[in-house]
Structure formats: C-alpha cells, structure tokens
C-alpha cells in the first residue's frame, strides 16, 4: 500500500502550488533563535539523508536489482516533507560550498558573495551537558537511520516494486524572460522587446485555410533565458512540426453528450537544445508558460508555472532538479566508477548505446501515429478548462516524443485528441486492467479514435503496482493497440506514457525474466534508472540497451509495419534552414551546418542547384540528386510476411509499407498473420528458448479435450473449456525441451509437465500460464497459427482461411492473385514483380539497365564538364586571335619595311 499524503480534488498545478513560498517568509520573519533552531534542524535531516543515502546504496551492491531498489513517494501528490521555495537569485544554506561536479555543465560558477547574518548569542550550557546531548543526539539519529533502512528492506520485499513517482531533489522558484534580438522581432510577436512576456504568438498571423478552426500561429523559432540554481540556461527552441500530423482533430462533447469536432489544434511546442551545451536536450511548451523540461548532460529539470498560466504577466515559474551528487560521492564504494557515464542518467543516452542502435537499426524514421483520450476526471484536474487540459496532454506527448526520436529514432505524432468533457465514456476504475479493457472496447467501438496506438490519460490513481498498462506488441492493432496511464506530475506522466507506448512497441519489464532472456536486462544508470524499469530511484529519461534491443527484433520479426507510413504535417509555416520542405520551397537540407553534411551539392538556400530535380528522400541518389529508377528497393523486407518496397522511379517518396496478406503460406508449415509468420515451433522457442519445441499432435489430443488446468481452450470465468477434437491445436500451448522459468512474462501457478507413452515412445508435453502485464495469457496457441491444410486458429478454434474475410486482388487470371506477377498486400493492393506493372500486374514492361558512366557524379560534375567544354572553346579562339593577330602584326612590319 502507498503511504503519501493525497492531493485535493483540485488540478495539480494548484495542488503543487500551495502557499509554501508565504509560510517560508513566515518562518524568515521569526524570531532569530527560531531560524538558529530550524538550521540546526535542517543540518540534522542533511546528515540523515547522506546516511540513508550510504546505507541503501550500499545494500544495492549486493541486491542489485530494480525490485530492491525501494520506492519513492507517490506522484502528483503533495508531500508533508516538501523543500521552500526559493525566490529568484537565493540560495539554500549549506554547510559547505557546492563542488564543481554538481555545476551545471556549460554554465558560469555563481559569484561568491560574503554574507553575515546578525544571530544573537546563544546561551551559555555546560560542557558535560553539551556532551551528554551530543550523545544522546547521534544515539538517536543511528538508531533511526537503522530503523528506516530495515523497514525499506521490508517493504521492498513485502510488496509489489512502484514506478517511481517522485524523485525530484530540489526545486526554485524562478521568473524566465523570453530573448528577442531582432527589432522586427518584437514588431511581429505579442512580446514586448526585453520583457518578461513569454508568448511565442505571432501578431496577425493568417490562419491556414485548410483549418476549420482559427488557432493561434506560434514562432519557428524562440529563445528562453531560465535563471535557476545559481546559473542562466538559454534555451534555443525550434517549433516542433512533427507534432501534429495532417488531418489532426480534437473532440468534446456538449452538456447533451454530443459529440463537438474540431480540424486542428494549437501548435506551440518545442524541441531543443542548451546554448553552448552539445548534449543537451530541451522540450517544451509556451501556450500557458513553460511547460516541459531539458537536460544539461549532467541533470535532468522539469519548469512549469507556479499558478494558473498567463503569458501576459511575468509569473514565477518552478524549476525541478533532480541530483546525482550523493551518488557521485559514494560510487567508489559501489566498484561502479568504471565505463559509467552518469551523464545519461536524463535525456541523454550512452554514447555506445547510441552509436550501437543507429548501426544496427533501420536508417529510415519510424514514426507511431497516437490518439490521446483525457477522461473527465482529467478535465476536471484542470479546472474544467478544454485549451488547458488538451495542452497539457500535447505537452507530454511532446517530451515523449523527444525521448523516442533521440534515442529509438522513432517520432510520436498525434493524429487525434479526444476529452471527455460531459461525463466518462466507459467506467473508469481503480483496477487499470478493467480499465483497459474497457477503454480497447470503446476503441473498436469508436471510428474516431484511429491512429497506430490510443492511449488514456486519466485523472484516476490506480490502486496497482504499476502506474500504467498497455498491451505488449499491439501497436498497429485495433483490439490491442493501446494503453491507460494514471494521473502524475509532468516527469512521472512522460515516463508512463513512453512506458506504455513502448510495450505496445514489444519492450518488456526490466523483471527476472526478462533478464533471462537476453542474458541480463540490467540498466547502467544505478540512480536515474531506466524507462522500462518497473523500479526507480530517479524519474528516468532513457532506455536500456535491453529495451532498444526488444524493439529492434520486434521490427525485425514484423511487428511494426504500419510505423513506416510518415503522417503529412499539419502546420508547415515556411522557414528556410529548418529541414522542412515547406510551401514555396523546393528543398530544405537545414541550417548550413547540416547542409554541408552531405546534401549541399543539391540543395542552396531552399532551391534545387543546377540540374538537381531531388535533394531528399529515400528513393532520392545524393550524388546525381536523381530520382532512383524504378525497381530499386528503397525498404527490404524484415521477414517472409514482409514485402519490399521499391522506387516509383517519378518520386523521392518511398511506397507507404505493407505486408503480405494474411494466410500466405511461410516457414514451410507457418501462416502469415498481421505481418508475422505464425508456427506452433517459434512460439516454443519465443516463450522457452531457442531448445523449445512444439509437442506432438498426441499430446494436445490427450490434454486439450479434457478442459482442466493442464489443457484446455480457454477460460469463462471460473472454469476451463474443453476443446473439441477438432480444436485441439488451438487451445492450450504445448512444447518440449522448456526451460525452467519463461523467457518473458511471469508463470502463473506450477508449470504443466506431463509424459505420454505413445508407439513405446516417451513424448514430453510441458507448457504453462505465462502472464504480461496486460493480463496476456501466452500459454495459448496464437492466432493465426495453422491448424491443419487451409485452415487456421482463430479465437481457440480451428477455423478455413475463408473466416479471415479478406478482399482479393485484381487479376486476369481467374483464381491466380494479382496475374501470378506479384503478391496481394494487406492493403488488397497488388505488389508486382520486377518488369510488371498495372492494378493486376499484368502489363510486362522491362526496366532498362542503366550503366552509370564513369566520372560522372551529378550536376556539380555535369557543371564541371560544361565549363570544360567553354573554356576549351575560348581557349582555341583566343590562340587563334593571337595567332592571326601576331599573322597581322608580321605582315605589317614586312610592308614598312618594304616601303
């Protein structure tokens, strides 16, 4: 059970923003031996926390594991312990000055100041006293450092591991100023010139005719100073325009419960970096303040306005910090100095990691399209207020968004917002499993919630060991894409977020078994923690090598076709150097750094060089900045069910990615099934290991029909069903050479391991109840999985391909797909041989062989041999000038001289 002070009814921002900057000036006005006694106080809980700090990292030395680590103090909640707030430029006391390592990187050490403080003398005490006191103090703190060190040890073991839900060390208050260098800067925007407003809104801005709705057009570009912590971060911000994709719409629903749709949305969301710091990250919002956070390569902050949001008033703002500073200080004890770069403890991510990840993975951007459902509860945490509550829910998908894109090379884009202003649409628990379930229920059920994945976002805390849940690999499904995600704070609503999104990308819980499986799933990060991590002392910011592997084999095996589809921007506001070809422009390479990076030779100042016709894009050839010709495959296939994707030989764009249709023959005796080659075989060696295999047909006759534990086709509630014998491989998996414990997933119960005598032969048939997260039973046989000729499992039962109801391609040749010339695509689209052409493939017509001539290297050498050619040509006219004027001038001293 969580033990943490409860926040009102009231939104969080009220919440976390209760008067404790009055009480602090409260207790500042006190009489001189009060502050003499607090700061003695504070002295005693500094000491308290190094030694709770010491002890607990040292007993991780020998746990090691993210289920010890114990939890920390719910999110979104109001603490009883809660540091005072700051005010802009103090200090907090200390007993010694703040070491260089703890310095933000890139900024300037504060300026020592010395300062006295007139305290009265305190009153004379003996000496036997003063000891005897001293004594007695320490006694006491030991006892209680003990006594809070054994009860976490008991707690951690006694209880399910909690998402961490707090972690913040510190916090400021600061006023940021927004920085205009321009005097038509200032002309253009609502901000005053060296003001501290901080609207990003351009001043007359035309509203794009393609929207129904007239929203506010924000700044390209901006820049934020944000004094916190003794230093002055600059923040270079850029308008993050893969945020919101082409079509996006949000949706309300009237006191009537009608349904209230808009085309479009606001935009004032950003990504970033620090001035002057490489590895910095920045992700933030300025439709009501700053919103969002940024890392510094040695800290991760989150900043928010201390109150209700007004861009016209220079309101404070609330910095978080989280510090690794103790963890620095006793790592020579952990043996952890070694290979470890603390600095990926925010948004950075391990410099071998990264570089390991974009060589492994597919160059091409991923790019998941998510819908968002704010619940009522939500609503009303923010005061009722829709533009609040829908911004609110786009800022944290725009620091998700950041998270993946940086390190997964994955973008999440919103196609759809949906906010349940009148009442809840399902019953929204407690339990976040019913509440899955329902919420996938009224997905399947709404047309209007479409996209590769949705997601709700509720107001509700779950009374579960996870702040969140979402159904592993379902991405790109409509019965299994998607996810529920509890009230927090920002950070602890971020992380739950890219937790969700990245089961639904095939990441597992960083747990025993999923350490099994890839030979250990430990994070690097001792303090910070990882995303995926069911545990964490910090608010993480990063994957583990673990995860980031998870999701490469999940692409691999095909799990992710629809990812691969780039959604159309919806706000496309022209600015040459910002990497978007927008309206007006033929090309954009960006800012001339990355222009000279490999595309400068087709590209300058938003225009094609001579005779480039591309400058980008996947079917695109950097040296001839020529359209690729027609055939070259511009995305392999990823598996037997996967189908390449060849050049149109007219464009840049790469075709939109499809798979093959379901029930396609693959893998000799498997099924293609929604991109991935279904066997009985590779399920065993998925859930036991590369030994597992799948059991005999006798075995499944002999357990299945009987409906107990150990056989069955499934459960209504609490019994089992008996298969029929024609069901049989349907029901409940069976496999040979298991392994002691699942590779994934937790076993629920004792494993099943039964022996058949069958032809005086011993056959194994072992399986068990491996349970995800969502509530997944992976002891099943999946669907899809043949069962026989022409016929394959669907829902347990064993049913003809023809159950699928799939449309058929075109073709000439009645019962031959597609002419017999390419194969039918999940789309119901012919995908043709090389040569072939048409709806139904059946045009030949042979792509002619091109020999690249040698030199020849594009327009600047195309450019090069004019100018050869030119000068050649002046060249010989000049000679022959010289020569007939030389001829002329020989010619006419013969005639003086004659004469």
């Not at 312990?81 to 504060?110: D, F, K, N, Q, V």
């Not at 920002?490 to 990245?502: P, R």
């Not at 829902?795 to 073709?811: M, V």
């Amino acid at each position: 059970m969580r033990t943490s002070l409860r926040c009102s009814a009231r939104p969080r921002l009220a919440c976390e923003s209760q008067p404790l900057s009055i009480e602090w000036r409260q207790q500042q006005q006190r009489e001189e031996e009060d502050r003499e006694e607090r700061q003695q106080r504070q002295q005693q809980q500094q000491q308290r926390r190094r030694l709770h700090h010491r002890s607990r990292l040292r007993a991780d030395k020998g746990a090691r594991s993210p289920a010890a680590r114990p939890a920390r103090a719910a999110h979104g909640r109001c603490s009883a312990a809660a540091l005072p707030l700051l005010e802009p430029g103090e200090r907090r006391a200390s007993p010694s000055p703040p070491s260089s390592s703890s310095r933000p990187r890139g900024a300037a050490a504060p300026a020592m100041t010395a300062t006295t403080r007139t305290t009265r003398a305190a009153p004379r005490i003996p000496t036997t006293l003063t000891t005897l006191t001293s004594l007695t103090s320490l006694a006491t703190l030991t006892l209680l450092t003990l006594l809070l060190v054994v009860a976490e040890q008991g707690l951690a073991a006694a209880r399910p591991a909690v998402v961490a839900r707090g972690g913040w060390a510190q916090r400021e208050l600061t006023r940021p100023s927004r920085l205009l260098f321009r005097v038509e800067d200032a002309q253009r925007e609502s901000a005053a010139p060296g003001g501290h407003l901080l609207s990003t809104v351009l001043r007359g801005a035309a509203t794009d005719s393609k929207q129904q709705q007239q929203h506010a057009q924000h700044a390209a570009l901006a820049s934020f100073l944000v004094p916190a912590f003794g230093s002055s971060f600059t923040l270079d911000l850029q308008l993050n325009h893969d945020l919101l994709a082409l079509g996006y719409r949000e949706r309300h629903f009237d006191e009537d419960g009608k349904p209230v749709e808009k085309q479009g949305g606001e935009l004032c969301h950003y990504h970033g970096k620090l001035r002057g710091i490489s590895d910095s990250f920045v992700a933030v919002s300025t439709c009501h303040g700053l919103h969002g956070m940024f890392h510094d390569g040695n800290h991760t902050y989150l900043i928010e306005p201390a109150g209700l949001a007004d861009a016209q008033e220079a309101q404070p703002h609330i910095v978080y910090r989280g510090s690794d500073q103790d963890v620095q200080a006793f790592l020579p004890e952990l043996g952890q100095t070694g290979g470890l770069n603390m600095s990926a403890g925010g948004l950075g991510l391990l410099n071998s990691a990264k570089v390991r990840v974009r060589r492994e993975a597919e160059v091409e951007m991923k790019y998941v399209e998510l819908t968002i459902v704010n619940d009522h509860i939500m609503f009303k945490k923010h005061r009722q207020i829709l533009g609040l509550t829908n911004n609110y829910a786009k800022s944290i998908v725009n620091m998700v968004d950041a998270i993946y894109k940086e390190q997964l090379n994955t973008r999440v884009v919103l196609v759809s917002m949906e906010t349940w202003t009148d009442e809840n649409r399902i019953t929204v628990s407690t339990d976040p499993l019913q509440t899955l379930r329902a919420f996938m229920k009224y997905r399947r059920q709404s047309p209007r919630t479409d996209g590769d994945t949705a997601h709700l976002l509720s107001g509700l805390m779950f009374e579960s060991s996870h702040s969140g849940v979402a159904y592993f690999g379902g991405v790109c499904s409509l019965q299994r894409g998607g996810g529920v995600n509890e009230y927090g704070n920002v950070g602890a609503m971020v992380v739950t977020l890219a937790q969700g999104i990245g089961q639904n990308l095939g990441m597992l819980w960083h747990n025993s078994k999923a350490a099994a499986r890839g030979g250990g799933c430990q994070c690097t990060d001792i303090w910070y923690g990882c995303i995926m991590e069911v545990t964490g002392q910090m608010l993480p910011m990063r994957f583990s090598q673990c995860s980031i592997d998870e999701y490469q084999e999940f692409l691999q095996a095909g799990g992710g076709a629809c990812l691969f589809n780039k959604p159309t921007q919806l706000f496309e506001q022209p600015e040459c150097g910002n990497g978007f070809v927008e309206l007006g422009e033929e090309c954009d390479c960006g800012s001339p750094t990355e222009c000279s990076e490999g595309w400068d030779k087709c590209c300058k100042k938003c225009t094609f060089t001579h005779g480039a016709i591309c400058s980008s894009g996947l079917c695109c050839a950097p040296n001839s900045c020529q359209f690729i010709t027609r055939g070259e495959e511009c995305r392999h296939a990823v598996g037997e069910c996967d189908l390449p994707e060849t050049c149109p030989g007219d464009s840049v764009q790469c075709p939109p990615n499809v798979h093959k249709q379901d029930g396609y023959s693959c893998n000799k005796d498997g099924r293609c099934y929604i991109g991935q080659c279904k066997t009985r075989e590779k399920q065993c060696k998925y859930i036991w290991g590369d030994k597992g295999m799948s059991s005999e047909r006798q075995c499944y006759d002999k357990l299945n029909i009987e409906g107990t534990e150990k056989g069955n086709c499934g459960r209504k509630e609490d019994s089992w069903l008996q298969c029929s014998k024609h069901d049989v491989l349907c029901g409940f998996l069976l496999c040979t050479n298991v392994s002691r414990e699942p590779q994934l997933g937790e076993l629920q119960g004792d494993s099943v391991k039964v022996s058949i005598r069958h032809n005086g032969h011993l056959l194994e048939c072992s399986g068990g109840h491996i349970m995800l997260a969502d509530g997944s039973d992976l002891g099943y046989v999946e669907d899809g999985t043949p069962c026989g000729p022409d016929v394959i499992c669907l829902d347990h039962k064993c049913q003809p391909l023809q159950a699928l109801n799939l449309s058929g391609c075109p073709s000439v040749i009645q019962g031959t797909a597609c002419s017999g010339h390419g194969v039918c695509s999940n789309e119901a689209r012919c995908v043709c041989e090389r040569h072939w052409v048409g709806n139904d493939c059946s045009i030949y017509s042979p792509i002619p062989e091109v020999v690249p001539t040698k030199g020849s290297e594009g327009p600047s050498r195309v450019s090069q041999a004019t100018n050869k050619l030119i000068g050649a040509v002046a060249g010989t006219i000049l000679a022959l000038g010289v020569i007939f004027g030389g001829t002329g001038w020989g010619l006419e001293n013969i005639r003086k001289r004659s004469e």
